[in-house]
């Protein structure tokens, strides 16, 4: 079956202008992740999607992010006014279950953005 | 603060040995533990999970679990050259839904 896709796969933008990130997570998944990786470094959590719960946000480094997700399907992350170091890889993952013992990430290809 | 600690390496094994990967957890509350391979550019996959104490086995890998010691490892038999990668542990459980990961341990396998 298909995996997790992401869109656009590369991201150009210039400082101060807003992008929107895709992210279509397998289907019947309920749980979805954000995560951000900078340049040889690990993976930086940023949000979590469960089914119709509240997301947990604690991960966002700032107001400037925010995601959404309609019910268990795709989700966009939005960072307003980017700045230089924002630059880094976005992930999204999801799971079939981000509640239970067995959470097992499916990741995409992920995100480029490279703020200019 | 949950931490993660790996060995960032790199580890370089020659092809055919045994490469050991190791992983120590701070939150004695996890629960579930899973190794993700990613390759330079690329996205992580996930290559193994482990939920009980001892060793689970899938083809050349085996992933062995310590919670007293809160302690996981990956060995790699029979190392491939296409096996050189960063390995990530990231245990999962103990109250969040968040799984934390490590920063990775590079491995090279030199033919």
């Known amino acids: 079956g298909a995996g997790v896709s992401q869109s656009p796969s590369n991201k150009v933008t210039e400082k101060g202008k807003d992008v929107e990130l895709r992210c279509d997570p397998i289907s019947g998944h309920t749980a979805l992740y954000w995560y951000r990786q900078r340049l040889g470094q690990g993976l930086e959590f940023l949000i979590y999607f469960q089914g119709n719960s509240a997301p947990d946000k604690s991960g966002l480094p700032s107001d400037r992010f925010s995601a959404e997700r309609t019910g268990e399907s795709v989700s966009t992350l939005t960072i307003q006014r980017t700045q230089q170091e924002d630059s880094a890889v976005y992930l999204c993952?999801?799971?079939?279950?981000?509640?239970?013992?067995?959470?097992?990430?499916?990741f995409g290809p992920g995100t480029r953005l490279t703020v200019l | 603060q949950k931490e993660v600690e790996q060995n960032s390496g790199p580890l370089s094994v020659p092809e055919g040995a045994i490469a050991s990967l190791n992983c120590t957890y701070s939150?004695?509350?996890?629960?579930?533990f899973f190794w993700y391979r990613q390759y330079s550019g690329k996205s992580p996959e996930l290559i193994m999970s482990?939920?009980?104490?001892g060793d689970k086995e899938d083809g050349r890998f085996t992933a062995q679990l310590n919670k007293a010691s809160q302690y996981v490892s990956l060995l790699i038999r029979d190392s491939q050259p296409s096996d050189s990668a960063t390995y990530l542990c990231?245990?999962?459980?103990?109250?969040?839904?968040?799984?934390?990961f490590g920063r990775g341990t590079s491995l090279i396998v030199h033919p």
């Open positions: 482990i939920y009980s104490n």
């Open positions: 939150d004695r509350g996890s629960q579930s």
């Open positions: 990231a245990p999962y459980g103990g109250g969040s839904y968040i799984p934390t």
């Open positions: 993952a999801s799971s079939s279950s981000g509640t239970s013992w067995n959470n097992e990430q499916f």
